[in-house]
């Protein structure tokens, strides 16, 4: 047997139980087989429970085993890192749950928070580097962690009420779609509900809006003086929250 | 042929963290494994930079997986050049075994048969990662459930013959020699006199558990008596080599892990008796 059979018979034998290639790989094989498939599938659902803490307080311990053990036999894992992996749990948790749609972004936001700590470094902008910009005609680069995630449900409070250990509230559909900010500052991962306006204003300078422009469309929106207000008001959380690396 | 260096070691766990930077740990070295910093940024990555400069760095990888048929990742060898290159590592090594084909990772070191064909493919496979990382490597003895044979070498000729034709080093991990032995019913003294003594770099030395019908390398156990007595009879054959207690699961505090490396220093010093 060349080694490429050979490894996709191991291969089959860990994510289908494949007898016949247990068999191929050797009649005396089947105590270790059994070894590592033990490892692989310990392994996934270890990597799925650490990634997945709050998901798994929401739903409890046996529907999270339910819904790992689906995963692994649905989702084999193709990354070099086992960090990746749990970056389809979510669409599997939305697929076998789909009248609790809460559960699907809970989880999507830990997968969310996850990548955010591992995302780029930047030096954000600070107030004193302010001094030279011609704001007109000002581009605005935010951070390569920003992150923004759409929820329809209260899943957001719930994972907040997780995460402080007090009483979740009871999961509903929101009367309209919100929006997740996240974001790191220095090693803090972050993360707000967004406002229709300013998400408007982040979409609009991610695309490469000038802050000139911002203003003026904000101005047209909400007049001269309050837009202006608005705008400052945005800018000048942005830069506490050091979301920005850079304004040219 | 890789610098030597002589010396005694941990494998730095989170647990630890705070202790290797609060303080100064008598260790000459540490080892880290390197997919847990093949990120982008953020606390890990920084962490890795403040430990780099207060202690020399080994990065130890499980998913080069230079045993697949199907070659390399290129990906996975652009993120580890550039870390290589920011910590400027002691040594890069990681397993003789697989874990990836065709696009499936199992995330686990799975064996590999010790014939012709796979000598060949895993030398091209080290040739390639050697070339991509600008600097040869160590690869370790696997601890394995299946034995292939029959096969058309041993395994310590396989690794003789993958140091010759490659330039790489050794990893010898000694709780995996006999962890192999017990499995297949192999002498583990045979192993370790046979093993191409001048190409061994580094040492690891960790726990066992029994599984049902075989040994498992599960690295949650302290270092076990038959493994020190291994560990002692290999170690004068050696030249300079770093030893390391490598501990994965049950992380005890790091004064049980300084025990331990104490007993390997005194071995190292004056033999076993003298240890135990």
């Known amino acids: 047997m060349s080694l490429l059979a050979l490894q996709r018979d191991m291969r089959d034998w860990l994510t289908q139980e494949d007898m016949a290639a247990a068999a191929r790989i050797g009649v005396t094989a089947e105590p270790g087989l059994a070894v590592y498939q033990n490892n692989y599938r310990t392994q996934l659902v270890a990597c799925l429970e650490s990634s997945f803490q709050r998901t798994r307080d929401w739903i409890g311990e046996d529907m999270f085993l339910h819904a790992a053990v689906n995963h692994i036999d649905s989702v084999p894992p193709s990354s070099w890192t086992l960090d990746a992996y749990g970056r389809d749990f979510p669409a599997t948790l939305a697929r076998l749950h789909p009248a609790d749609l809460e559960i699907a972004e809970i989880a999507a936001i830990e997968l969310a928070l996850e990548d955010l700590f591992v995302a780029a470094d930047c030096v954000a902008v600070g107030v004193e580097d302010l001094a030279d910009v011609d704001w007109d005609r000002a581009i605005v680069t935010f951070a390569p962690s920003i992150d923004l995630l759409h929820l329809e449900t209260n899943g957001f409070a719930i994972w907040q009420a997780l995460v402080d250990q007090k009483e979740p509230p009871e999961p509903r559909y929101l009367d309209k779609p919100e929006v997740a900010l996240l974001w790191r500052e220095g090693e803090q991962c972050r993360i707000r509900i967004v406002g229709d306006a300013e998400l408007k204003a982040l979409l609009n300078l991610r695309r490469g809006m000038t802050f000139g422009e911002l203003c003026g469309d904000s101005a047209l929106s909400l007049g001269d003086q309050a837009g202006a207000a608005v705008v400052g008001q945005w800018l000048g959380a942005w830069l506490s929250d050091q979301m920005i690396a850079a304004i040219n | ?276």
């Open chain 2, 1 to 276: 042929m890789i610098p030597s260096f002589p010396g005694f070691g941990l494998g730095l766990r989170k647990q630890h963290y705070a202790d290797f930077l609060d303080d100064r740990i008598d260790v000459d070295f540490l080892e880290v494994i390197s997919e847990n910093f093949m990120i982008d940024g953020g606390r890990p990555r920084r962490i890795l930079r403040d430990i780099r400069a207060r202690y020399p760095v080994a990065l130890h990888g499980v998913s080069m997986s230079i045993g697949s048929a199907d070659g390399l990742d290129g990906t996975y060898l652009a993120r580890l050049r550039a870390l290589v290159d920011d910590i400027e590592p002691l040594f890069v090594s990681d397993h003789l075994s697989w874990s990836r084909i065709e696009g499936f990772s199992s995330h686990d070191l799975l064996p590999l048969p010790y014939t012709q064909e796979a000598l060949d493919i895993v030398s091209a496979n080290i040739d390639r990662a050697q070339n991509a990382l600008g600097r040869a490597m160590l690869i370790e003895n696997p601890s394995t459930y299946i034995d292939f044979a029959p096969a058309d070498m041993t395994e310590w000729q396989f690794l003789d013959a993958l140091c010759a034709r490659t330039g790489c080093g050794l990893l010898l991990d000694v709780n995996n020699v006999f962890v192999s032995a017990s499995n297949h019913g192999f002498d583990p003294i045979a192993y370790l006199d046979a093993v191409p003594h001048d190409r061994v770099r580094q040492i690891h030395l960790a726990g066992h558990s029994q599984g049902e019908r075989l040994l498992i390398d599960t690295h949650d156990q302290p270092v076990p008596l038959s493994v020190w007595h291994l560990y002692a009879h290999v170690l004068p054959k050696l030249g300079p080599v770093a030893t390391m207690i490598e501990r994965d699961d049950a992380i005890p505090p790091l004064a049980d892990l300084m025990a331990e490396l104490a007993i390997a220093r005194g071995i190292a010093a004056g033999g076993m008796e003298k240890a135990a």
